[in-house]
């Protein structure tokens, strides 16, 4: 999983502040959030929780589906993480 383009969100708690982002390296771009390497929203909020993902085929498609997830409502974002993850667990530790 080290060099796959990856569409994520993150979630500060439970039902909590959520963002989403792309990357091509999902295990260290989450780190850096987890260690507030990442100046702005996510640190300011405290979005540390990895709480869904989703890997895709190339970098194209995932900024599809991201700019998709983002233009949905919150209420579309929730449901989207609990299809997956629906104890809001955190997944970090699945993908290191």
């Known amino acids: 999983m080290i060099r796959q383009p990856a569409v994520y969100i993150l979630a500060n708690r439970r039902n909590g502040t ?54 949905g409502s919150r209420l579309k974002k929730l449901r989207l993480i609990e299809s997956m993850n629906p104890e809001w667990e955190d997944l970090y530790g699945g993908i290191v």
């Open 18 to 71: 959520l963002y989403s982002g792309v990357t091509s390296n999902l295990v260290k771009r989450v780190w850096e959030h987890r260690n507030d390497l990442v100046d702005g929203f996510s640190r300011r909020y405290a979005a540390h929780l990895l709480v869904f993902y989703e890997l895709h085929e190339s970098m194209e498609l995932a900024i599809a589906r991201e700019k998709q997830i983002k233009a």
